[in-house]
């Protein structure tokens, strides 16, 4: 079961990301990584392994920005390496994405984009997403991640950020669960509510078939074909050990509930 993590805002993304990543270690994974927009570009840090593997990889090479998110990969298509851990960027490195789930057509997605000259660097479904955000990219990121969505098949959670529009982080959800999370003049995001509680207990969930988009100023709801959607954050009173058992009295009682959704994450890609 992966995690996603995403900041905005005044503060240095990495730690905030970083940590959020480890309030989501009870989901399970094999790999992490994160990508800071810093300077005019992005740059990626990524480890196969525990986040222990990825802290020492930044403790070399810390990326200084405002603007982040990161991921930790349960491996589904390719083996948990450097190379197929999350974040994945285009060719030219402009954008850069995490994916919870499963992209059904990505074998037919990936010829493709082979035939049109893309080079691949990993074995994920993940990567064609963010060569088809980049090529349909023409000044509205928005609008670049419907078009990739709406040629993408399966159950999934996505989210994009561009050094183009290094403000702004994209989101969609397709069945796998995102949550944000409202701070001063700073934005979080998440695949659980545990990532954000250290900073924030105003949230929003992002429902089914729903894009958003975040800067430090706030989060706009849109239905993925950008149909606009009212909602007003709630207020989360659990604290962060409540929330990691996700509402049930014990860890075991949640894992019981939680095991055919593991089953099928496990199965992903292998049958």
């Known amino acids: 079961m992966?995690?996603?993590?995403?900041?905005?805002?005044?503060?240095?993304?990495?730690?905030?990301?970083?940590?959020?990543?480890?309030?989501?270690?009870?989901?399970?994974?094999?790999?992490?990584?994160?990508?800071?927009?810093e300077g005019n570009g992005i740059t990626v840090r990524k480890a196969a392994g525990k986040i222990a593997n990825l802290d020492a990889v930044l403790s070399n090479a810390n990326p200084e920005g405002t603007l982040g998110i990161g991921h930790t990969r349960w491996a589904t298509h390719g083996p948990p390496t450097d190379s197929n851990a999350h974040p994945h960027t285009n060719m030219q490195a402009t954008f850069a994405v995490v994916h919870n789930g499963i992209i059904e057509n990505f074998a037919d997605l990936k010829?493709?984009?082979?035939?049109?000259?893309?080079?691949?660097?990993?074995?994920?479904?993940?990567?064609?997403?963010?060569?088809?955000?980049?090529?349909?990219?023409?000044?509205?990121?928005?609008?670049?991640?419907?078009?990739?969505?709406?040629?993408?098949?399966?159950?999934?959670?996505l989210v994009v950020m561009t050094s183009h529009e290094p403000d702004h982080i994209v989101a969609v959800r397709m069945i796998s669960p995102l949550v944000v999370g409202f701070g001063e003049g700073e934005m979080f995001l998440a695949s659980g509510v545990p990532a954000l509680l250290e900073h924030t207990r105003s949230m929003m969930v992002i429902e089914d078939g729903e894009m958003v988009s975040l800067t430090a100023d706030g989060a706009v709801v849109?239905?993925?074909?950008?149909?606009?959607?009212?909602?007003?954050?709630?207020?989360?009173?659990?604290?962060?050990?409540?929330?990691?058992?996700?509402?049930?009295?014990?860890?075991?009682?949640?894992?019981?509930?939680?095991?055919?959704?593991v089953v099928a994450e496990t199965l992903m890609g292998r049958i």
């Open 222 to 261: 849109t239905t993925i074909g950008g149909e606009p959607i009212d909602r007003s954050p709630v207020d989360v009173e659990w604290d962060v050990e409540a929330a990691e058992k996700g509402g049930f009295d014990h860890f075991m009682l949640k894992e019981i509930h939680e095991q055919p959704e």
């Open 2 to 37: 992966c995690g996603i993590m995403g900041y905005v805002g005044p503060q240095q993304a990495a730690p905030i990301v970083l940590e959020g990543l480890r309030r989501l270690e009870y989901r399970g994974y094999d790999s992490a990584g994160l990508a800071i927009i």
């Open 111 to 157: 010829a493709e984009l082979e035939e049109s000259g893309v080079e691949f660097v990993s074995q994920t479904d993940t990567e064609v997403l963010a060569h088809l955000v980049g090529q349909y990219y023409d000044g509205d990121l928005r609008e670049a991640v419907r078009k990739a969505v709406d040629r993408a098949v399966g159950a999934y959670a």
